[in-house]
Protein backbone atom coordinates (compact mmCIF):
# COMPACT_ATOMS: atom_id res chain seq x y z
CA UNK A 1 0.00 0.00 0.00
CA UNK A 2 3.04 2.47 0.49
CA UNK A 3 4.32 1.52 -2.85
CA UNK A 4 0.78 3.51 -4.04
CA UNK A 5 1.37 6.23 -1.68
CA UNK A 6 4.85 6.63 -3.16
CA UNK A 7 3.03 6.33 -6.60
CA UNK A 8 0.88 9.65 -4.73
CA UNK A 9 -2.28 7.25 -6.20
CA UNK A 10 -5.51 7.06 -4.05
CA UNK A 11 -6.44 3.29 -3.82
CA UNK A 12 -10.59 2.49 -3.90
CA UNK A 13 -11.71 -0.61 -3.32
CA UNK A 14 -16.04 -0.79 -4.01
CA UNK A 15 -18.05 -3.37 -3.37
CA UNK A 16 -22.15 -4.24 -3.61
CA UNK A 17 -22.15 -5.37 0.21
CA UNK A 18 -23.81 -2.82 3.05
CA UNK A 19 -21.67 -0.54 4.85
CA UNK A 20 -22.22 -2.49 7.70
CA UNK A 21 -20.80 -5.59 6.27
CA UNK A 22 -17.67 -3.40 4.88
CA UNK A 23 -17.42 -1.92 7.66
CA UNK A 24 -16.69 -5.01 9.86
CA UNK A 25 -14.87 -6.16 6.66
CA UNK A 26 -12.67 -3.38 7.04
CA UNK A 27 -12.07 -3.73 10.83
CA UNK A 28 -11.30 -7.45 10.98
CA UNK A 29 -9.13 -7.25 7.65
CA UNK A 30 -7.15 -4.26 8.96
CA UNK A 31 -7.44 -2.52 5.87
CA UNK A 32 -6.05 1.12 5.13
CA UNK A 33 -7.57 2.04 2.33
CA UNK A 34 -11.05 3.07 1.40
CA UNK A 35 -13.40 0.59 0.81
CA UNK A 36 -16.76 2.05 -0.63
CA UNK A 37 -20.02 0.72 -0.73
CA UNK A 38 -22.58 0.60 -3.82
CA UNK A 39 -24.98 -1.06 -2.24
CA UNK A 40 -27.65 1.32 -4.43
CA UNK A 41 -26.09 -0.53 -7.34
CA UNK A 42 -25.39 2.92 -9.46
CA UNK A 43 -21.46 2.87 -9.81
CA UNK A 44 -20.97 -1.11 -10.62
CA UNK A 45 -23.42 -1.18 -13.87
CA UNK A 46 -21.98 2.24 -14.70
CA UNK A 47 -18.32 0.58 -14.67
CA UNK A 48 -20.16 -2.29 -16.50
CA UNK A 49 -18.68 -4.58 -13.55
CA UNK A 50 -22.06 -5.80 -12.06
CA UNK A 51 -23.05 -9.84 -12.81
CA UNK A 52 -26.76 -9.68 -13.10
CA UNK A 53 -29.09 -12.55 -13.64
CA UNK A 54 -32.50 -13.12 -15.35
CA UNK A 55 -33.58 -15.31 -13.49
CA UNK A 56 -33.16 -13.62 -10.07
CA UNK A 57 -33.34 -9.74 -10.48
CA UNK A 58 -31.80 -9.46 -6.89
CA UNK A 59 -28.83 -11.22 -7.37
CA UNK A 60 -26.15 -8.27 -8.54
CA UNK A 61 -22.72 -8.26 -7.13
CA UNK A 62 -19.68 -7.03 -8.20
CA UNK A 63 -17.32 -8.36 -10.24
CA UNK A 64 -13.76 -8.44 -9.33
CA UNK A 65 -12.36 -5.68 -11.87
CA UNK A 66 -9.53 -3.15 -11.79
CA UNK A 67 -9.34 0.18 -12.78
CA UNK A 68 -7.04 2.64 -12.86
CA UNK A 69 -7.88 6.44 -13.48
CA UNK A 70 -5.48 9.53 -14.36
CA UNK A 71 -6.03 12.85 -12.55
CA UNK A 72 -7.94 14.17 -14.87
CA UNK A 73 -10.38 11.00 -14.50
CA UNK A 74 -9.67 9.80 -17.93
CA UNK A 75 -9.90 5.66 -17.58
CA UNK A 76 -6.16 4.41 -18.67
CA UNK A 77 -6.85 0.64 -17.42
CA UNK A 78 -9.25 -1.82 -17.19
CA UNK A 79 -8.74 -5.34 -15.73
CA UNK A 80 -11.88 -7.35 -15.51
CA UNK A 81 -11.18 -10.98 -13.97
CA UNK A 82 -13.50 -14.20 -14.95
CA UNK A 83 -13.25 -15.06 -11.38
CA UNK A 84 -13.97 -13.23 -8.36
CA UNK A 85 -11.20 -15.35 -6.75
CA UNK A 86 -8.50 -14.00 -8.62
CA UNK A 87 -6.56 -11.32 -7.70
CA UNK A 88 -4.58 -9.47 -9.36
CA UNK A 89 -0.85 -9.16 -8.29
CA UNK A 90 0.04 -5.90 -6.50
CA UNK A 91 3.45 -5.43 -8.70
CA UNK A 92 0.98 -6.02 -11.87
CA UNK A 93 -1.21 -2.85 -11.11
CA UNK A 94 1.84 -0.84 -9.97
CA UNK A 95 3.41 -1.58 -12.88
CA UNK A 96 0.01 -0.33 -14.77
CA UNK A 97 0.45 2.69 -12.74
CA UNK A 98 3.73 3.39 -13.15
CA UNK A 99 3.58 3.33 -16.98
CA UNK A 100 0.68 6.11 -17.01
CA UNK A 101 3.76 8.17 -16.40
CA UNK A 102 1.59 10.49 -14.15
CA UNK B 1 -36.23 -5.28 -2.74
CA UNK B 2 -39.28 -7.77 -2.81
CA UNK B 3 -39.41 -9.88 -0.11
CA UNK B 4 -41.02 -13.03 0.27
CA UNK B 5 -44.09 -12.47 2.51
CA UNK B 6 -45.14 -15.79 2.56
CA UNK B 7 -43.22 -17.93 4.94
CA UNK B 8 -43.44 -21.29 3.54
CA UNK B 9 -42.69 -19.37 -0.13
CA UNK B 10 -38.65 -19.63 0.74
CA UNK B 11 -38.56 -23.14 2.00
CA UNK B 12 -41.48 -26.21 1.39
CA UNK B 13 -39.35 -28.70 3.47
CA UNK B 14 -39.53 -27.44 6.53
CA UNK B 15 -43.17 -26.81 7.54
CA UNK B 16 -44.04 -30.13 6.42
CA UNK B 17 -41.45 -31.53 8.54
CA UNK B 18 -41.87 -29.28 11.24
CA UNK B 19 -45.02 -31.27 11.75
CA UNK B 20 -43.48 -33.85 12.19
CA UNK B 21 -41.61 -32.13 15.22
CA UNK B 22 -44.72 -30.43 16.39
CA UNK B 23 -46.51 -33.97 17.04
CA UNK B 24 -43.14 -34.85 18.92
CA UNK B 25 -43.76 -32.12 21.17
CA UNK B 26 -47.09 -32.91 21.45
CA UNK B 27 -46.32 -36.23 22.71
CA UNK B 28 -43.55 -35.20 25.05
CA UNK B 29 -46.59 -32.60 26.49
CA UNK B 30 -49.42 -34.86 26.95
CA UNK B 31 -48.62 -37.21 29.85
CA UNK B 32 -51.79 -36.51 32.54
CA UNK B 33 -49.50 -34.80 34.83
CA UNK B 34 -48.40 -32.00 32.26
CA UNK B 35 -52.15 -31.60 31.83
CA UNK B 36 -53.05 -30.96 35.13
CA UNK B 37 -49.67 -28.16 34.96
CA UNK B 38 -51.24 -26.38 31.40
CA UNK B 39 -53.94 -25.53 33.29
CA UNK B 40 -51.91 -23.26 35.46
CA UNK B 41 -49.72 -22.00 32.92
CA UNK B 42 -48.63 -21.87 29.49
CA UNK B 43 -46.13 -24.51 28.43
CA UNK B 44 -43.04 -22.30 27.89
CA UNK B 45 -41.21 -23.56 24.23
CA UNK B 46 -37.73 -22.36 23.80
CA UNK B 47 -36.30 -21.90 20.32
CA UNK B 48 -32.84 -21.42 19.43
CA UNK B 49 -31.83 -20.63 15.51
CA UNK B 50 -28.95 -19.84 13.92
CA UNK B 51 -31.18 -17.18 11.22
CA UNK B 52 -30.56 -13.67 10.91
CA UNK B 53 -34.17 -12.73 11.67
CA UNK B 54 -37.00 -14.16 14.32
CA UNK B 55 -39.50 -15.48 12.10
CA UNK B 56 -37.87 -18.17 10.24
CA UNK B 57 -39.48 -20.69 8.05
CA UNK B 58 -38.48 -23.31 10.72
CA UNK B 59 -39.94 -21.32 13.80
CA UNK B 60 -43.30 -20.41 11.11
CA UNK B 61 -44.12 -23.72 10.38
CA UNK B 62 -43.53 -24.37 14.54
CA UNK B 63 -46.27 -21.96 15.14
CA UNK B 64 -48.55 -23.21 12.14
CA UNK B 65 -48.02 -26.80 13.80
CA UNK B 66 -48.68 -25.66 17.27
CA UNK B 67 -51.58 -23.73 16.10
CA UNK B 68 -53.10 -26.55 14.48
CA UNK B 69 -52.66 -28.97 17.25
CA UNK B 70 -55.34 -26.49 19.06
CA UNK B 71 -52.22 -24.62 21.03
CA UNK B 72 -52.86 -20.89 21.35
CA UNK B 73 -49.66 -18.82 21.48
CA UNK B 74 -50.00 -16.61 24.49
CA UNK B 75 -52.40 -18.70 26.58
CA UNK B 76 -51.47 -22.29 26.02
CA UNK B 77 -48.20 -21.85 24.80
CA UNK B 78 -45.19 -19.18 24.75
CA UNK B 79 -42.40 -18.88 22.47
CA UNK B 80 -39.07 -17.50 23.77
CA UNK B 81 -37.40 -17.14 20.65
CA UNK B 82 -33.09 -16.12 20.85
CA UNK B 83 -31.30 -16.67 17.29
CA UNK B 84 -27.58 -16.15 16.55
CA UNK B 85 -27.54 -14.31 13.53
CA UNK B 86 -25.11 -17.50 11.86
CA UNK B 87 -22.35 -16.80 14.85
CA UNK B 88 -21.27 -20.08 16.03
CA UNK B 89 -19.59 -18.69 19.40
CA UNK B 90 -22.82 -17.22 19.87
CA UNK B 91 -24.71 -20.62 20.53
CA UNK B 92 -23.54 -21.82 23.43
CA UNK B 93 -24.20 -18.50 25.28
CA UNK B 94 -28.05 -18.57 24.19
CA UNK B 95 -28.36 -21.97 24.97
CA UNK B 96 -27.41 -21.73 28.92
CA UNK B 97 -29.54 -18.45 28.86
CA UNK B 98 -32.55 -20.61 27.79
CA UNK B 99 -31.80 -23.33 30.09
CA UNK B 100 -31.45 -20.94 32.74
CA UNK B 101 -34.85 -19.21 31.78
CA UNK B 102 -36.55 -22.79 32.89
CA UNK B 103 -38.26 -23.16 29.43
CA UNK B 104 -40.02 -26.81 29.50
CA UNK B 105 -38.71 -27.41 26.15
CA UNK B 106 -36.12 -26.45 23.51
CA UNK B 107 -37.05 -26.33 19.83
CA UNK B 108 -33.27 -26.57 18.00
CA UNK B 109 -32.97 -25.70 14.22
CA UNK B 110 -29.77 -27.05 12.85
CA UNK B 111 -26.78 -28.55 14.16
CA UNK B 112 -25.11 -25.34 15.17
CA UNK B 113 -28.04 -25.05 17.59
CA UNK B 114 -28.84 -28.13 18.88
CA UNK B 115 -25.61 -29.16 19.86
CA UNK B 116 -24.79 -26.55 22.41
CA UNK B 117 -28.74 -27.08 24.08
CA UNK B 118 -27.75 -30.65 24.01
CA UNK B 119 -24.41 -29.52 26.27
CA UNK B 120 -26.60 -27.30 28.06
CA UNK B 121 -28.84 -29.47 29.37
CA UNK B 122 -29.46 -32.99 30.51
CA UNK B 123 -32.75 -32.60 31.47
CA UNK B 124 -34.90 -30.34 29.70
CA UNK B 125 -36.35 -31.94 26.34
CA UNK B 126 -34.88 -31.58 23.01
CA UNK B 127 -36.48 -31.70 19.84
CA UNK B 128 -34.16 -30.44 16.49
CA UNK B 129 -35.21 -29.97 12.99
CA UNK B 130 -32.66 -29.61 9.85
CA UNK B 131 -29.68 -31.40 11.35
CA UNK B 132 -28.00 -32.90 8.14
CA UNK B 133 -27.28 -36.02 10.26
CA UNK B 134 -27.42 -36.50 13.76
CA UNK B 135 -25.99 -39.29 14.84
CA UNK B 136 -22.45 -38.18 13.26
CA UNK B 137 -23.44 -34.66 14.96
CA UNK B 138 -23.47 -36.78 17.92
CA UNK B 139 -26.51 -36.04 18.82
CA UNK B 140 -28.61 -39.21 18.85
CA UNK B 141 -27.34 -42.68 19.48
CA UNK B 142 -28.88 -43.70 16.68
CA UNK B 143 -32.28 -42.68 14.78
CA UNK B 144 -34.42 -45.80 15.84
CA UNK B 145 -33.28 -44.93 19.66
CA UNK B 146 -31.87 -41.29 19.99
CA UNK B 147 -31.60 -41.92 23.38
CA UNK B 148 -31.52 -38.60 26.02
CA UNK B 149 -33.20 -35.86 26.41
CA UNK B 150 -33.53 -35.33 22.41
CA UNK B 151 -35.12 -35.98 19.80
CA UNK B 152 -35.56 -34.45 16.12
CA UNK B 153 -36.07 -34.83 12.62
CA UNK B 154 -32.80 -35.40 10.00
CA UNK B 155 -32.27 -33.63 7.29
CA UNK B 156 -30.94 -37.20 5.38
CA UNK B 157 -28.10 -34.72 4.57
CA UNK B 158 -25.45 -37.93 4.38
CA UNK B 159 -28.02 -40.59 3.09
CA UNK B 160 -29.10 -37.89 0.04
CA UNK B 161 -25.39 -37.34 -0.73
CA UNK B 162 -24.76 -39.94 -3.49
CA UNK B 163 -27.97 -39.50 -4.99
CA UNK B 164 -27.15 -35.67 -4.82
CA UNK B 165 -23.51 -36.34 -6.28
CA UNK B 166 -25.54 -38.41 -9.35
CA UNK B 167 -27.79 -35.00 -10.35
CA UNK B 168 -24.55 -33.31 -10.20
CA UNK B 169 -22.74 -35.43 -12.56
CA UNK B 170 -26.27 -36.19 -14.80
CA UNK B 171 -26.80 -32.28 -15.04
CA UNK B 172 -22.65 -31.82 -15.69
CA UNK B 173 -21.88 -34.20 -17.35
CA UNK B 174 -18.53 -32.91 -17.66
CA UNK B 175 -17.84 -32.77 -13.95
CA UNK B 176 -14.73 -34.72 -13.14
CA UNK B 177 -13.73 -33.37 -9.67
CA UNK B 178 -16.32 -32.46 -6.69
CA UNK B 179 -15.03 -30.33 -3.98
CA UNK B 180 -16.87 -30.66 -0.87
CA UNK B 181 -16.01 -27.85 1.08
CA UNK B 182 -17.20 -27.74 5.24
CA UNK B 183 -16.69 -25.83 8.42
CA UNK B 184 -14.88 -28.19 10.39
CA UNK B 185 -17.37 -28.19 13.25
CA UNK B 186 -20.33 -28.98 11.03
CA UNK B 187 -20.10 -32.62 11.77
CA UNK B 188 -23.14 -33.33 9.36
CA UNK B 189 -21.39 -31.91 6.50
CA UNK B 190 -18.17 -33.20 7.07
CA UNK B 191 -19.86 -36.76 7.42
CA UNK B 192 -21.88 -35.45 3.70
CA UNK B 193 -18.79 -34.90 2.23
CA UNK B 194 -16.57 -38.71 3.41
CA UNK B 195 -19.84 -40.33 2.28
CA UNK B 196 -19.27 -38.10 -1.08
CA UNK B 197 -15.85 -39.24 -1.12
CA UNK B 198 -16.60 -42.74 -0.65
CA UNK B 199 -19.12 -43.30 -3.61
CA UNK B 200 -17.21 -40.95 -5.90
CA UNK B 201 -15.86 -43.89 -7.49
CA UNK B 202 -18.86 -45.01 -8.88
CA UNK B 203 -20.01 -42.57 -9.99
CA UNK B 204 -16.39 -41.99 -11.75
CA UNK B 205 -16.22 -38.56 -9.87
CA UNK B 206 -12.99 -37.55 -8.35
CA UNK B 207 -14.05 -36.13 -4.60
CA UNK B 208 -11.91 -33.53 -2.69
CA UNK B 209 -13.14 -33.39 1.29
CA UNK B 210 -11.90 -30.20 2.40
CA UNK B 211 -12.74 -29.07 6.31
CA UNK B 212 -12.14 -25.16 6.76
CA UNK B 213 -12.14 -22.88 9.44
CA UNK B 214 -11.53 -19.44 8.38
CA UNK B 215 -12.95 -17.59 5.76
CA UNK B 216 -9.35 -17.06 4.28
CA UNK B 217 -8.79 -21.09 4.63
CA UNK B 218 -12.40 -21.13 2.47
CA UNK B 219 -11.15 -18.66 -0.32
CA UNK B 220 -8.08 -20.24 -0.61
CA UNK B 221 -9.58 -23.42 -1.26
CA UNK B 222 -12.29 -22.16 -3.77
CA UNK B 223 -9.04 -20.57 -5.77
CA UNK B 224 -7.50 -24.07 -6.33
CA UNK B 225 -10.66 -24.91 -8.29
CA UNK B 226 -10.11 -25.84 -11.97
CA UNK B 227 -12.12 -26.22 -15.63
CA UNK B 228 -14.23 -29.28 -14.63
CA UNK B 229 -14.64 -29.17 -10.85
CA UNK B 230 -18.35 -28.96 -9.37
CA UNK B 231 -19.19 -28.10 -5.91
CA UNK B 232 -21.25 -29.74 -3.03
CA UNK B 233 -22.41 -27.58 -0.94
CA UNK B 234 -22.39 -27.94 2.94
CA UNK B 235 -25.28 -27.93 5.18
CA UNK B 236 -24.54 -26.09 7.37
CA UNK B 237 -24.53 -22.21 7.40
CA UNK B 238 -20.83 -21.85 9.32
CA UNK B 239 -18.95 -19.16 7.33
CA UNK B 240 -21.50 -18.36 5.58
CA UNK B 241 -20.24 -21.03 2.90
CA UNK B 242 -23.71 -21.68 1.23
CA UNK B 243 -23.45 -18.04 0.34
CA UNK B 244 -19.87 -17.94 -1.01
CA UNK B 245 -20.42 -20.90 -3.04
CA UNK B 246 -23.78 -19.93 -3.99
CA UNK B 247 -22.30 -16.49 -5.36
CA UNK B 248 -19.04 -18.15 -6.78
CA UNK B 249 -20.95 -20.32 -8.77
CA UNK B 250 -23.43 -17.60 -10.02
CA UNK B 251 -20.36 -15.50 -11.10
CA UNK B 252 -17.95 -18.45 -12.48
CA UNK B 253 -20.23 -20.81 -13.60
CA UNK B 254 -19.35 -23.44 -11.76
CA UNK B 255 -21.71 -26.34 -11.19
CA UNK B 256 -22.95 -26.75 -7.48
CA UNK B 257 -25.08 -28.46 -6.10
CA UNK B 258 -26.99 -27.00 -2.61
CA UNK B 259 -29.07 -27.87 0.36
CA UNK B 260 -32.66 -26.10 0.86
CA UNK B 261 -31.53 -25.14 4.18
CA UNK B 262 -29.83 -22.01 1.98
CA UNK B 263 -33.37 -20.98 0.43
CA UNK B 264 -35.22 -20.94 4.12
CA UNK B 265 -32.28 -19.93 6.41
CA UNK B 266 -33.53 -16.25 5.79
CA UNK B 267 -30.15 -15.79 4.87
CA UNK B 268 -30.40 -15.28 1.24
CA UNK B 269 -33.69 -14.13 0.06
CA UNK B 270 -32.94 -13.63 -3.57
CA UNK B 271 -32.39 -17.00 -3.82
CA UNK B 272 -35.67 -17.74 -3.47
CA UNK B 273 -36.27 -16.19 -7.22
CA UNK B 274 -34.30 -19.11 -8.45
CA UNK B 275 -37.47 -21.19 -7.89
CA UNK B 276 -40.55 -20.37 -10.04
CA UNK B 277 -43.92 -21.45 -9.19
CA UNK B 278 -44.50 -24.96 -10.04
CA UNK B 279 -46.82 -25.14 -12.75
CA UNK B 280 -47.83 -27.77 -15.89
CA UNK B 281 -45.85 -30.29 -13.65
CA UNK B 282 -47.98 -33.66 -14.24
CA UNK B 283 -49.66 -35.59 -11.54
CA UNK B 284 -49.25 -32.29 -8.84
CA UNK B 285 -51.54 -30.72 -6.83
CA UNK B 286 -51.85 -27.06 -7.60
CA UNK B 287 -52.88 -26.14 -4.33
CA UNK B 288 -50.07 -25.72 -1.44
CA UNK B 289 -49.50 -28.38 0.80
CA UNK B 290 -51.95 -28.17 3.85
CA UNK B 291 -48.92 -28.46 6.67
CA UNK B 292 -51.79 -30.13 9.07
CA UNK B 293 -52.79 -32.63 6.26
CA UNK B 294 -48.95 -34.09 6.77
CA UNK B 295 -49.43 -37.05 9.34
CA UNK B 296 -53.23 -37.53 9.47
CA UNK B 297 -53.83 -40.80 10.80
CA UNK B 298 -55.80 -43.24 8.50
CA UNK B 299 -54.15 -43.17 5.45
CA UNK B 300 -51.18 -44.62 6.80
CA UNK B 301 -51.55 -48.07 5.43
CA UNK B 302 -52.03 -46.55 2.05
CA UNK B 303 -49.01 -44.50 2.25
CA UNK B 304 -47.32 -47.54 3.30
CA UNK B 305 -48.38 -49.35 -0.56
CA UNK B 306 -47.65 -46.59 -2.25
CA UNK B 307 -44.25 -46.25 -0.17
CA UNK B 308 -43.86 -49.34 -1.02
CA UNK B 309 -44.38 -49.01 -4.67
CA UNK B 310 -42.30 -46.01 -4.71
CA UNK B 311 -39.48 -47.80 -3.01
CA UNK B 312 -38.72 -50.79 -5.61
CA UNK B 313 -35.37 -51.95 -5.83
CA UNK B 314 -35.15 -52.58 -9.65
CA UNK B 315 -36.24 -49.00 -9.84
CA UNK B 316 -33.22 -47.63 -8.05
CA UNK B 317 -30.77 -46.01 -10.36
CA UNK B 318 -27.06 -47.33 -9.29
CA UNK B 319 -25.51 -45.35 -7.02
CA UNK B 320 -29.24 -44.43 -5.44
CA UNK B 321 -29.17 -48.04 -4.05
CA UNK B 322 -27.27 -46.72 -1.29
CA UNK B 323 -30.07 -44.76 -0.76
CA UNK B 324 -32.56 -47.63 0.13
CA UNK B 325 -34.00 -46.76 3.46
CA UNK B 326 -31.93 -47.43 6.40
CA UNK B 327 -33.62 -47.06 9.23
CA UNK B 328 -36.06 -49.63 10.67
CA UNK B 329 -39.66 -49.44 9.81
CA UNK B 330 -41.22 -49.83 13.29
CA UNK B 331 -39.50 -50.08 16.42
CA UNK B 332 -37.98 -47.43 18.39
CA UNK B 333 -39.26 -43.75 19.42
CA UNK B 334 -37.40 -42.91 16.51
CA UNK B 335 -39.54 -44.22 14.15
CA UNK B 336 -41.43 -41.83 14.74
CA UNK B 337 -39.79 -39.00 13.82
CA UNK B 338 -36.92 -40.22 11.32
CA UNK B 339 -38.05 -39.41 7.83
CA UNK B 340 -37.92 -42.58 4.97
CA UNK B 341 -36.08 -41.89 1.91
CA UNK B 342 -38.31 -42.45 -1.49
CA UNK B 343 -35.86 -44.11 -4.04
CA UNK B 344 -36.87 -43.20 -7.36
CA UNK B 345 -35.59 -44.17 -10.90
CA UNK B 346 -33.79 -41.03 -12.38
CA UNK B 347 -35.11 -41.13 -16.13
CA UNK B 348 -38.44 -40.47 -14.96
CA UNK B 349 -37.22 -37.96 -12.43
CA UNK B 350 -35.91 -35.66 -15.04
CA UNK B 351 -38.20 -34.94 -17.18
CA UNK B 352 -40.64 -33.90 -14.67
CA UNK B 353 -37.73 -31.52 -13.20
CA UNK B 354 -37.19 -29.64 -16.69
CA UNK B 355 -41.01 -28.15 -16.26
CA UNK B 356 -40.92 -27.85 -12.36
CA UNK B 357 -37.61 -28.12 -10.57
CA UNK B 358 -39.28 -25.91 -7.56
CA UNK B 359 -40.66 -28.55 -5.18
CA UNK B 360 -43.41 -27.27 -2.06
CA UNK B 361 -42.66 -31.11 -1.05
CA UNK B 362 -40.54 -32.50 1.64
CA UNK B 363 -37.24 -34.38 1.09
CA UNK B 364 -37.21 -37.92 1.46
CA UNK B 365 -39.79 -37.59 4.18
CA UNK B 366 -43.31 -39.16 4.20
CA UNK B 367 -45.00 -36.66 5.62
CA UNK B 368 -46.37 -35.00 2.60
CA UNK B 369 -48.81 -38.31 2.81
CA UNK B 370 -49.24 -37.75 -0.81
CA UNK B 371 -48.93 -40.58 -3.57
CA UNK B 372 -45.20 -42.13 -3.22
CA UNK B 373 -44.14 -42.10 -6.83
CA UNK B 374 -45.03 -38.27 -6.82
CA UNK B 375 -42.87 -37.24 -4.41
CA UNK B 376 -40.00 -39.03 -5.56
CA UNK B 377 -40.30 -37.58 -8.39
CA UNK B 378 -40.91 -33.79 -6.71
CA UNK B 379 -37.84 -35.07 -4.57
CA UNK B 380 -35.57 -34.93 -6.95
CA UNK B 381 -36.88 -31.67 -8.29
CA UNK B 382 -36.10 -30.69 -5.11
CA UNK B 383 -32.72 -31.95 -5.40
CA UNK B 384 -32.10 -30.90 -8.50
CA UNK B 385 -33.05 -26.81 -8.23
CA UNK B 386 -29.61 -26.72 -6.50
CA UNK B 387 -28.01 -28.16 -9.72
CA UNK B 388 -30.06 -26.20 -12.28
CA UNK B 389 -28.48 -22.67 -9.96
CA UNK B 390 -25.72 -23.07 -12.32
CA UNK B 391 -27.10 -22.01 -15.42
CA UNK B 392 -28.27 -18.94 -13.83
CA UNK B 393 -25.66 -16.38 -15.27
CA UNK B 394 -27.11 -14.25 -17.56
CA UNK B 395 -27.05 -10.56 -18.88
CA UNK B 396 -23.00 -8.80 -18.50
CA UNK B 397 -22.63 -6.05 -19.47
CA UNK B 398 -19.03 -4.59 -20.97
CA UNK B 399 -16.78 -2.81 -18.42
CA UNK B 400 -15.34 0.75 -19.09
CA UNK B 401 -12.75 1.07 -21.95
CA UNK B 402 -9.49 2.54 -21.65
CA UNK B 403 -9.50 6.26 -22.94
CA UNK B 404 -13.55 6.70 -21.62
CA UNK B 405 -14.05 9.51 -19.77
CA UNK B 406 -14.66 7.84 -16.08
CA UNK B 407 -18.44 7.98 -14.93
CA UNK B 408 -18.73 10.08 -11.40
CA UNK B 409 -20.33 8.32 -8.66
CA UNK B 410 -21.00 9.20 -5.03
CA UNK B 411 -20.59 6.04 -2.77
CA UNK B 412 -20.82 5.31 1.00
CA UNK B 413 -17.54 4.98 3.20
CA UNK B 414 -18.21 3.21 6.44
CA UNK B 415 -19.73 5.84 8.82
CA UNK B 416 -21.88 6.50 6.13
CA UNK B 417 -19.52 9.22 4.94
CA UNK B 418 -20.63 10.20 0.98
CA UNK B 419 -17.24 10.00 -1.14
CA UNK B 420 -17.67 11.22 -4.41
CA UNK B 421 -15.00 10.19 -7.44
CA UNK B 422 -14.63 14.17 -7.97
CA UNK B 423 -12.67 13.94 -4.19
CA UNK B 424 -10.47 11.32 -5.60
CA UNK B 425 -8.97 12.79 -8.47
CA UNK B 426 -7.06 15.79 -8.91
CA UNK B 427 -4.65 14.46 -6.23
CA UNK B 428 -3.30 12.03 -8.33
CA UNK B 429 -4.38 8.61 -10.25
CA UNK B 430 -6.85 7.02 -8.75
CA UNK B 431 -6.76 2.61 -8.43
CA UNK B 432 -10.54 1.57 -8.33
CA UNK B 433 -11.20 -2.32 -8.08
CA UNK B 434 -14.38 -4.01 -7.27
CA UNK B 435 -15.03 -6.64 -5.15
CA UNK B 436 -17.50 -8.92 -3.56
CA UNK B 437 -16.45 -8.85 0.91
CA UNK B 438 -16.66 -12.96 0.87
CA UNK B 439 -13.90 -13.27 -1.82
CA UNK B 440 -11.70 -10.96 0.17
CA UNK B 441 -10.47 -7.15 -0.95
CA UNK B 442 -6.43 -6.63 -2.12
Avoid at chain 2, 183 to 212: F, N
Avoid at chain 2, 397 to 418: C, H, M, S, W, Y
Amino acid sequence: MSQFEAANAHVVGVSADPVAKLDDFTKKNTIKHQILSDFGRKMLPAYGVMVTDQKSPMYRLAKRAYFILDRHGIVRFVRVQASPLDLLKTEEVLKALKGLGT
Amino acid sequence: MRRCRNAFCGLAIEPAAIVIAVFTLGVLASPPAADAQRASRPYRVGVLHTGFFEEIPSVAGLKAGLKALGLEEGRDVTLDIRFTRGKLDEAPTAAAALVKSGVDLIFAQTEQSARPVKDATQTIPIVFVEVGDPVAANLVASIPRPGGNITGISSLVTELTPKRLEILKTTFPGVRRVWAVYHADDLSSGAAAHKARDVAAVLKLEVVAQAVRTNEELVSQLKTLRSGDGLLSPHGLALNIPGVILDLALMSRWPALFYNTLLGSGRRPRVVRLRPACRGCPGRPTRRQDPARGAAPGSAGRRRQQDRACHQPKDCAEPGDNLSPRHPRSGGPGDRVAPRLACFPLRCGLDTCRGCFASQWSIGTRTQGGNGMRCARQTLCGVLLGALVGFAVAGQANAIEVGQKAPDFTLTAPGNRQVKLADLLGKGPVVIYTFVDAFGAA
